[in-house]
């Protein structure tokens, strides 16, 4: 295929060429909006717009397409970050925690580490089973099961073996066939792995975590080299842009705004006949400064702003929780409990050896010809392995799972930040699937080698199924205040423990490595008990514990008996055309990195937008309008803006959070 990405005849539009009217207002150009503007305009007869806040990235485009970019010029704490950070968090000593989130086309998968790690089957069915109880429909809610769902994160990919060469040294396995064959998203391992990462696996498995030599085929659970979203036909990063319009020929019935930030959409006063409320119209500004404008929608509002921005879209479109809109002097057009409620994250920290070992970080600090070629810059972290309680627990399980269980009603009623008897019914539920189902059969801790610092090895241990809960909510009426983010990381006491056993755990392989390892630096030999691990996690500003970018629930699809927000179609519960299509919609954090996934709702949501029949009424489920067509040529605009050479200098805190 061809690149289009470098014409100036691309599809996006500069303002004052947006039509007034569209069949899909797109909210955010990231990771599902892109999938969606593609699959959606593959219909000429459908107009697509796509409102993005952030700038196209065209001016660091070269940072982003890097694979090692994401570490040595990564485009985090820049404009292009939305740079948030939580409220202070309680229970980690009133610390901030910063929450990576991309803010340019592509959304979080232009700055995200690029590993593809899928959740494991018995979470995925897990879902589906809570979709279809609780007055849910059992129909609609199986293809969420992980058969369907499989299937649609496949079709994203096109997948390519690793040389094998490279596979016999690093002991890199795999099915191809677990992966797909012709999508638009780039499957592959860099073409230059460390040699310390041969000894992954068997290091693992010493410490309990055998090699698992098919992974992201619905089992999760033991030590594997991962394949990364990146291109193996120039080395570069394959993110939802890249992979999902650049390639595309132009669309006129496809554009694409950068720099417009959404504010709310605009419902009717009225309800239809089925008593759900319609959008007709979606607000955005350029910037605080600037008039905001309204573009009419003829059929549908797809929300896909991400898990930290769709609820705050929502609750200023007047849809959310009563109590949270009245106290920020916002009109309720639809009580909603559910939204903004069920935030959770990854919870991460690093253990740090010295190494005697040549590492990444290594051979890019020598600057030799070979850290400048392409090669060696396709390089990134992909050694995971995911571990189940019984090796954090080390026999303590039964005792911990009884605790867990014995205390739900007391979780539920201290910890759930909502007073609505649906999201505690919803958390309860949820509650009880972790600490039985999930208990033993998915796993609980994940760990990731770090090899991009010079002379030092990290391996991190990330939680993956918590049990704090935390809450995104506004407290004014201003969309251009900022919305609150509040995890209540560590609030449940099962986290702290699960977090210190991981640390715990990473020790045990770091002991398999022998000689690789040196001294270990991060926490320290003399950080052993109990509550001096727990008092680093939680207090220690620079290497305990932060956010692994996994923020998720914030709209979540469930029965609205469980504090849902949207049903298995995507739709907001009380509103006839307004869908939520990104991160948000997981009920619960998935023992995985949630991109594969996220690829894959955007492509099934795709086709159930498209399998739905318009034919007539105005804003209503049934019907479109006639729309302007008139407009459709390609418009030009300057791509090419000079390349903006700027280095980012990452401090030691940016190598050890996720990557
Ligand atoms: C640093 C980092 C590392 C990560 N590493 C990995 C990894 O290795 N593997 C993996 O699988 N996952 C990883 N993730 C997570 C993954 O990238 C996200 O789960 C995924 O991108 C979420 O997709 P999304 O569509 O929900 O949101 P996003 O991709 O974040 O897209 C949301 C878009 O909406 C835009 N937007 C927000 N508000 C508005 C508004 N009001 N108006 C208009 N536009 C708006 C944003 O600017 C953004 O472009 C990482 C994330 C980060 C931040």
């Not at 605790?403 to 759930?416: F, M, R, S, Y």
Request: charged share 15%; proline share 5%.
């Amino acid at each position: 295929r061809a690149d289009h990405s470098n014409f100036a005849e691309r599809d996006y539009i500069p303002d004052n060429q947006v039509r007034s009217a569209y069949d899909y207002v797109i909210v955010g150009g990231g990771l599902a909006g892109l999938v969606l503007a593609s699959r959606l305009s593959e219909d000429s007869n459908t107009s697509v717009l796509v409102l993005e806040a952030g700038k196209s990235g065209d001016d660091v485009k070269d940072r982003i397409n890097t694979p090692s970019g994401a570490y040595y010029q990564s485009i985090a704490g820049t404009e292009y970050d939305w740079n948030f950070r939580t409220v202070p968090q309680t229970n980690l000593g009133n610390r901030t925690i910063s929450e990576l989130r991309g803010k340019v086309l592509g959304g979080s998968t232009a700055m995200n580490a690029m590993y593809l790690v899928r959740p494991s089957k018995v979470e995925v069915d897990a879902w589906a089973s809570l979709l279809a109880g609780d007055g849910g429909d059992p129909t609609t809610a199986s293809r969420w099961g992980w058969d369907n769902l499989y299937n649609y994160m496949k079709k994203a990919e096109q997948f390519t073996p690793p040389t094998s060469n490279l596979a016999k040294v690093v002991n890199v396995t795999y099915d191809a066939s677990f992966y797909g064959a012709s999508g638009p998203m780039k499957v592959t391992y860099p073409a230059v792995m460390m040699d310390i990462a041969a000894n992954w696996t068997s290091s693992c498995a010493a410490a309990g975590m055998p090699e698992l030599k098919n992974p992201n085929g619905g089992v999760t659970l033991g030590s594997f080299i991962t394949p990364s979203s990146i291109n193996p036909s120039n080395w570069t990063r394959s993110y939802s842009r890249s992979a999902y319009i650049d390639f595309l020929p132009p669309r006129s019935n496809l554009h694409i705004l950068s720099e417009a930030t959404v504010l709310r959409f605009r419902l009717n006063d009225t309800k239809d006949k089925t008593g759900k409320l319609s959008a007709n119209g979606v607000e955005y500004a350029k910037n605080s400064k600037s008039t905001s404008k309204i573009i009419n929608v003829n059929r549908e509002v797809i929300l896909a702003a991400g898990a930290l921005s769709t609820p705050k879209i929502l609750m200023h479109s007047g849809v959310g929780p009563k109590d949270t809109l009245s106290g920020a002097g916002i009109g309720v057009k639809m009580e909603l409990p559910g939204v903004g409620q069920r935030l959770q994250d990854h919870m991460t920290a690093p253990v740090v050896w010295s190494t005697p070992l040549e590492t990444a970080g290594n051979i890019h600090a020598s600057n030799s010809d070979f850290s400048k070629s392409r090669e060696f810059n396709s390089f990134i972290n992909d050694a995971v392995s995911f571990g189940n309680m019984s090796l954090l627990l080390n026999g303590g399980e039964s005792t911990f799972q009884k605790q867990l269980l014995n205390l739900t009603d007391a979780a539920v009623n201290k910890l759930v930040p909502s007073s609505s008897a649906e999201v505690k019914a919803g958390y309860k539920k949820i509650y009880n699937l972790m600490a039985t189902t999930f208990f033993d059969k998915a796993p609980q801790v994940e760990l990731l080698m770090s090899l991009i610092t010079p002379d030092v090895v990290a391996i991190q241990a990330a939680i993956q199924h918590p049990y704090s809960i935390g809450r995104v909510y506004v407290n004014s009426s201003n969309p251009w205040d900022a919305a609150l983010i509040d995890p209540n990381f560590h609030s449940h006491w099962a986290d702290r423990v699960l977090m210190r056993q991981g640390l715990r755990l990473v020790r045990q392989v770091g002991a398999a490595y022998g000689a690789s390892l040196g001294q270990e630096l991060v926490p320290g030999l003399a950080t052993q008990s109990d509550a001096d691990l727990e008092s680093h996690l939680l207090y220690d500003p620079v290497n305990g514990a932060g956010s692994q970018f996994h923020p998720t629930g914030t709209a979540a699809c469930l029965p609205q008996a469980l504090g849902g927000v949207v049903d298995a179609d995507l739709k907001v519960y009380g509103l006839a055309n307004v869908r939520v299509v990104d991160g948000s919609i997981f009920p619960f954090e998935f023992a995985a990195h949630l991109a594969s996934a996220g690829y894959g709702v955007a492509e099934l949501a795709s086709d159930l937008i498209k399998s739905k029949t318009y034919s007539t009424v105005s804003g209503s489920e049934q019907g479109t309008v006639p729309h302007d067509k008139t407009s459709g040529a390609i418009h030009l605009i300057p791509m090419l803006l000079p390349w903006l050479s700027l280095t980012y200098i990452l401090s030691i805190t940016v190598h050890f959070l996720h990557i």
